[in-house]
């Protein structure tokens, strides 16, 4: 395990400082408001401004309608996105996940098809792996594709699957055969979510949003050439995604929105020793997890796999995300409101209602405890 101290050059300062002058001129013309993460905001239109500056699907290759551009590069661009609380959820699955794992495992036919429009941000992708018994334990999936003429019948259940309700595809894991160990056998199929026998049902959340679903898959014809990798590799392909998951900036980044409306609208921070001690702690480790994520970011850029730091970081970041909430709640003498003018309060009222699925989404904090314990014992 390593985090090497990283220093980031001047040119991407620069690159930085044109994403923070788009911010402050694209975002008050959106209908949206700033908001936590990933979760910030789905808009398609924004999505696309984003793409035509170069910004969306920043790491698939030129040839591929892609920027071409280096890790280190897309970090400083999500980074400041997610500062920022931009609605960047229509394309987030598709950029961080989807577009990786094509370029890794998917056929030529299907990189032309699909990454080109990514990169426009005109196609968006959700995730199909957790069932209603398979979360932390996924290799239990019980979707069931059945080879037919020509492609497979899938049948099953998704559930949880985030913007499945506004996405256009999702990569499913499913059972393909039955292998010697529940890791074998199974598959990855894209499968349009407007397609014949797809039933999306939406589940509400706590704050009254429906931003995940339940997928009903029922006889669902899905083509040979919509399978992602080959058949039986499903494991080891949807373990290789969520390493791409839990190594960015957004694993600790959920509630910066609420902390910096805080010193905004607070500036009585500074005459309570108790406040400028919280705020001090909360900068310190903003810091410490930020050297952390750019180091990991540093070591993929090298071509290393740092899946340990990375399940470090998403464990000790979630936990602050949900710390951050409690802090800030703490320091203020309000029942906070998410219809309220404040953007404070506003956004210290959703994070409170979304913070505990922080440390749940992408792998338990528990599994992700487990997979650093199995590794530094090997
Ligand atoms: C906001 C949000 C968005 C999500 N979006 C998606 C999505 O788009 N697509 C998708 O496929 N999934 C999505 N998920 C699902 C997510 O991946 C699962 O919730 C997660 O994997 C946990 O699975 P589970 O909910 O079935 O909980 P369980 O696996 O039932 O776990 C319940 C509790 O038991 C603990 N536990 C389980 N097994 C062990 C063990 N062996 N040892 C110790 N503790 C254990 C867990 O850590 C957890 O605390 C989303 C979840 C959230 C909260």
Not at 45 to 52: C, H, N, T, V
Not at 173 to 201: A, F, K, M, P, Y
Not at 284 to 304: E, F, N, P
């Amino acid at each position: 395990m390593a985090f090497t101290a990283v220093t980031l050059s001047p040119e991407l300062e620069e690159l930085r400082q044109q994403v923070r002058d788009f911010l402050a001129e694209e975002l008050p013309k959106s209908d949206k408001k700033p908001g936590l993460g990933m979760m910030a905001g789905h808009s398609p239109e924004f999505s696309r401004k984003l793409a035509e500056r170069g910004w969306v699907g920043m790491a698939i290759p030129e040839e591929y309608g892609g920027g071409g551009a280096t890790v280190l590069e897309r970090f400083v661009v999500v980074e400041e996105l997610l500062a920022a609380g931009a609605p960047l959820t229509a394309h987030w699955i598709s950029e961080r996940q989807t577009a990786p794992s094509l370029l890794k495992f998917g056929t030529e036919e299907q990189r032309q098809h699909f990454l080109p429009k990514i990169a426009a941000g005109e196609v968006y992708f959700s995730l199909g792996m957790s069932e209603p018994d398979s979360g932390s334990d996924l290799a239990s999936v019980r979707t069931r594709a059945t080879k037919v003429d020509g492609g497979y019948l899938v049948n099953g259940t998704k559930i949880w699957t985030s913007g499945a309700h506004v996405n256009d595809y999702f990569a499913v894991l499913c059972r393909t055969s039955e292998g010697e160990t529940r890791h074998e056998g199974l598959s990855q199929l894209i499968i349009d979510l407007r397609s014949e026998g797809v039933q999306v049902s939406p589940i509400k959340l706590l704050d009254g949003n429906a931003d995940f679903n339940e997928v009903v898959l029922e006889d669902v014809f899905v083509p040979d050439e919509m399978l992602l990798g080959d058949e039986g590799t499903g494991w080891q392909q949807v373990t290789a995604e969520l390493a791409h998951e839990r190594s960015s900036p957004d694993r600790y980044l959920s509630t910066f929105t609420v902390f910096k409306a805080y010193l905004d609208e607070h500036p009585e921070w500074r005459e309570s020793e108790r406040a400028v001690d919280a705020v001090g702690k909360m900068v310190s480790q903003y810091h410490a997890l930020r050297q952390m994520s750019v180091s990991i970011a540093a070591s993929l850029q090298a071509g290393d796999a740092p899946a340990v730091e990375a399940s470090m970081l998403k464990d000790m970041g979630t936990l602050f995300e949900q710390e951050t909430v409690e802090v800030l709640r703490s320091l203020v003498d309000l029942e906070p409101r998410r219809d309220a003018d404040s953007e404070f309060e506003r956004l210290l009222g959703e994070a409170i209602l979304t913070a505990p699925g922080f440390t749940l989404r992408g792998g338990t904090n528990e599994i992700l405890n487990m997979i650093i314990a199995r590794e530094l014992t090997k």
